[in-house]
């Protein structure tokens, strides 16, 4: 067995900033999109993917990974966004057994109302604390740890 290697203070220091980041900033966007759009960052995430998305549809579980959410986790949401009048499922063409979640005109309205006030507050909170360079720096950071948590498939299969 491999001897605990302990973090050193500035590890330490740097980690726990770290956390603070990783819980403070989806509880701002949370409350932003609470208030101004009553969404959440997870709801906004599906309405913002499949307003990208061709056809305004995705498989379910093309969007629960796009989404980083569990196929459970947004098989509930999509069912409060479904009474919401914002998306609909359908059966996946070619496959009984598979669904699809589509934006409805609604959804998308909504989508593009709340976009706004969204990117104001990405931007406040992330983009104009930081230089081009420390910009730069975090998206290579967050490349190599996104790279460790959640690496890509073999041959683009997913």
């Not at 998308?108 to 104001?120: E, T």
């Not at 910009?135 to 997913?158: F, H, K, M, V």
Request: charged share 25%; hydrophobic share 40%; with cysteine.
């Amino acid at each position: 067995m491999e001897p605990t290697r302990w973090l050193d203070q500035d590890e330490q220091q740097l980690w726990r900033r770290l956390v603070a980041v990783l819980t403070l900033l989806p509880a701002e966007f949370d409350a932003q999109l609470q208030r101004d759009a009553d969404l959440t960052q997870f709801g906004y995430g599906v309405l913002a993917m499949l307003s990208e998305t061709p056809g305004r549809s995705r498989r379910m579980s093309e969007l629960a990974a796009l989404v980083n959410g569990s196929q459970s986790r947004l098989s509930h949401l999509i069912g409060r966004l479904e009474r919401q009048g914002w998306v609909r499922r359908e059966r996946a063409e070619g496959d009984g057994r598979g669904w699809r979640a589509v934006l409805t005109d609604a959804g998308y309205d909504k989508v593009v109302a709340a976009a706004p006030g969204h990117v104001a507050q990405v931007r406040s909170l992330v983009f104009d604390a930081l230089t081009p360079t420390q910009q730069s720096q975090l998206d290579e950071i967050c490349t190599a740890l996104l790279a460790r948590l959640d690496p890509p498939c073999p041959g683009s299969a997913c």
